[in-house]
């Protein structure tokens, strides 16, 4: 009989214990009417594009601070040389290559296939051979843009050919 009663009464306090766990667990989960709720308003961050910075620069090169005054010179003098690069790049000294044949007349009909092309008639792009000798000898002719571009014009004018089916790569003239 004693180990009846110890039996019940370990039902009923875990019984207790339960109901207890679940009215606590239910006044911290439902919000109260007199809880105040901090809500932001304004964003938390907010993004710069950063248009002159270099593309090559990564996290670590930003967060890394020079130590001495030497390294801070030669890291002022290198920012100095990325910007005359960029605005070397902004100069229109770069054209379209459509194609290369080692036959002069296949590339004369490619350039004037080509020529029929809205894309050239709109853009008021002229094509040209030029004919290129390479080191060991072999001789090509390259179907290439006569009007000079600059690097971004270059490279949308080539995304918009590749969008077409014209393959296309963008050369430097030197």
């Not at 070397?88 to 459509?98: A, E, P």
């Not at 002719?141 to 296309?168: D, G, P, Q, Y």
């Amino acid at each position: 009989m004693k180990s009846l009663s110890v039996k019940v009464s370990l039902i009923i306090i875990s019984y207790t214990t339960l109901i207890a766990l679940i009215v606590l667990s239910y006044i911290s989960i439902v919000p109260n009417d007199e809880v105040i709720i901090l809500e932001n308003k304004s964003p938390l961050v907010k993004k710069i594009e950063n248009k002159l910075g270099s593309k090559n620069e990564t996290v670590y090169k930003i967060l890394e601070k020079p130590k001495k005054i030497e390294d801070i010179i030669e890291n002022e003098i290198a920012d100095l040389k990325n910007v005359k690069n960029i605005t070397g790049d902004l100069k229109k000294n770069y054209r379209l290559q459509l194609a290369s044949f080692k036959n002069e007349n296949k590339s004369k009909k490619i350039s004037k296939n080509f020529l029929k092309n809205n894309f050239f008639k709109d853009n008021k792009i002229n094509l040209d051979i030029k004919k290129i000798k390479l080191k060991n000898g072999q001789v090509y002719f390259r179907v290439i843009s006569s009007n000079f571009f600059s690097l971004a014009k270059a490279n949308s004018h080539c995304e918009t050919l590749k969008k077409i089916k014209i393959n296309c790569i963008v050369i430097k003239e030197k």
